[in-house]
């Protein structure tokens, strides 16, 4: 059941990006947490994610400009890998409190209050950045390569910070979602191997079959969205995500989920 639901929701999400404005792992990664440990939610996201940005990128490569993936991409991968280490620094933390709700113990735990926070940070600007147009000028590209990397390897939210730099990089708007697509599968990459290498109870094999699931789902419903995309922002689209998204991080946040 809970491999057919992240199917469902996995398609259903991946298809959405196309149109919201927000990214797969924004907001999958917070439906996997309702199933399994932070961890292994995170991890699972990552592969998901990463395996569906390779989809895409076999769909978008010949639009890719190779001069602003190598000024901001770069930079990116080197501060994914320190995000990502970050992120396991929280691993071994004690927990901050817990309390009882309704027969169910709840516990607050350092790296769950990270996430849950830039959750809420990263989807308020995933939200924000198609309303008020935020962006920066091309000459801090590598600065905001070194930003989105970080924030991609701590927490899988990347493609706030990614926009609104690259925005004003001159880039059609074919090379614009080709570039950040070759820019996130190579923040993907960084961020996995060092999860994986460093996280010893993330364990895939148990999780082989969900994880199908909720990749096919992804991939299926990244399909759907290149044959129907219109490049379109539905307002209350994203404004119904952005609340389902920040409701979903405060129960992370205070330790029901």
Not at 133 to 150: E, P, Q
């Amino acid at each position: 059941m809970i491999s057919l639901i992240l199917l469902i929701t996995a398609c259903a999400f991946s298809l959405l990006t196309f149109y919201s404005g927000f990214g797969l792992g924004t907001l999958l990664t917070p439906v996997m947490m309702l199933f399994f440990p932070f961890d292994t939610a995170i991890a699972l996201t990552g592969i998901v994610h990463l395996f569906n940005n390779l989809l895409k990128f076999v769909l978008v490569k010949k639009h890719i400009n190779w001069q602003v993936f190598i000024k901001f991409g770069l930079p990116a991968i080197l501060f994914a890998f320190i995000g990502s280490f970050t992120l396991l620094l929280t691993v071994h933390l004690p927990t901050l409190a817990s309390y009882q709700l309704l027969g169910k113990s709840c516990k607050i735990e350092p790296m769950k209050l990270l996430i849950s926070f830039l959750l809420i940070i990263f989807t308020l600007m995933d939200f924000i950045t198609k309303l008020k147009n935020i962006a920066f000028d091309k000459k801090y590209l590598s600065l905001g390569g070194a930003l989105s990397g970080f924030f991609g390897g701590l927490s899988g939210n990347q493609g706030a910070l990614r926009s609104v730099f690259l925005i004003k990089a001159g880039l059609s708007k074919e090379a614009f979602v080709a570039t950040g697509v070759a820019i996130s599968t190579a923040v993907d990459m960084t961020r996995l191997s060092v999860y994986f290498n460093r996280l010893s109870n993330i364990n895939t094999q148990s999780n082989l079959m969900t994880l199908l699931f909720a990749l096919s789902g992804a991939l299926l419903g990244t399909w759907i969205g290149n044959r129907l995309l219109k490049k379109i922002t539905m307002h209350n689209v994203q404004l119904i995500t952005t609340y389902f998204l920040i409701f979903i991080s405060i129960l992370l946040g205070i330790g029901i989920i």
